[in-house]
């Protein structure tokens, strides 16, 4: 599985990419992979994506986004209490919701 975190430059999402990670670990989840990069980039990468996910300083972008996604995968904004706290485990959480559908 493959969560991509857009957000405007990839590096205030990077610290939470690490926290995801290791909550991931902690699930057994090892094959899952988790990426941050900058919005720019999400077109070159969206036929891999199975969940992407919004910093909440671009929310205003998530229909931009979900033309560029064209329905291939879900598309939703990181909530900012747990992207502020840095609360991997939530975020994952968010993000296998998702993609369950």
Excluded: W
């Excluded at 919005?39 to 969206?46: A, G, I, K």
């Excluded at 291939?72 to 559908?101: F, N, Q, T």
Aim: glycine share 8%; charged share 30%; net charge negative.
């Amino acid at each position: 599985m493959n969560i991509y975190l857009v957000c405007n430059a990839g590096m205030s999402t990077s610290i939470l990419v690490k926290k995801m990670q290791e909550a991931a670990e902690k699930k057994g989840l090892a094959d899952t992979n988790i990426e941050a990069f900058s919005v720019e980039v999400l077109d070159e990468r969206v036929d891999t994506a199975d969940v992407v996910l919004l910093g909440p300083q671009i929310r205003h972008m998530v229909e931009d986004v979900k033309k560029v996604v064209g329905g291939k995968c879900p598309v939703d904004v990181i909530d900012m209490r747990d992207y502020g706290m840095i609360r991997g485990d939530k975020v994952l959480e968010k993000a296998l919701k998702l993609s369950e559908g």
